[in-house]
């Protein structure tokens, strides 16, 4: 058996694309996920989340209220299940608007968790992750320690509370980057 050789262009395409991974996302939301990947460095895992909320077909309502979960009215809306086995022991999470959030009443999402799973409409009450989710362009990241997203579920919510259950979104593409470490396999 040879030595396969994998040329620059080819290794570059590979990396590019990344390994799928599977959110388990709530139905509420998971039409507007385009895709989900992750690259590995090392120990260091990094997740990859590309969201359109008017992707055609996804149906996704913009919330309701303020802090009031973002997807297809009633039902579950969770992005994601963070996980140390998924994500690694996660410290930080960052968010890239790459298209304008619009709706005909809301134009500003945040980024929230909570311990349990919730519908599209319902108010969180936790603290947010990232804020003002506004305009292409804007880059918010927030470092964590601890491991205090262990076990939580992600949401995008409504950041001001102008949001109706009945609108749907117009546009809007966010980028959503999870950074989680894993520990070295003992020898």
Do not use: C
């Amino acid at each position: 058996m040879g030595n396969r050789r994998v040329g620059r262009k080819r290794l570059y395409e590979l990396e590019k694309a990344g390994q799928s991974v599977e959110l388990d996302s709530g139905i509420g939301i998971k039409k507007a996920i385009i895709s989900a990947s992750q690259h590995r460095q090392g120990q260091e895992i990094v997740t990859e989340i590309a969201i359109d909320l008017a992707k055609s077909g996804a149906v996704i309502n913009d919330g309701g209220g303020a802090r009031a979960v973002v997807g297809k009215n009633g039902d579950a809306s969770e992005i994601t299940k963070l996980t140390v086995a998924k994500f690694g022991i996660i410290t930080e999470i960052r968010a890239v608007v790459v298209e304008d959030i619009a709706s005909a009443t809301m134009d500003d999402l945040d980024l929230e968790y909570h311990a349990s799973t919730r519908n599209a409409g319902v108010t969180l009450s936790t603290a947010s992750i990232l804020t003002g989710l506004t305009d292409k362009g804007v880059d918010n990241s927030t470092e964590y320690d601890n491991n205090v997203l262990s076990d939580k579920f992600l949401f995008l919510v409504d950041g001001k509370g102008g949001g109706n259950t009945s609108n749907e979104f117009t546009a809007g593409k966010i980028l959503i980057y999870i950074y989680g470490f894993e520990a070295p396999a003992d020898l």
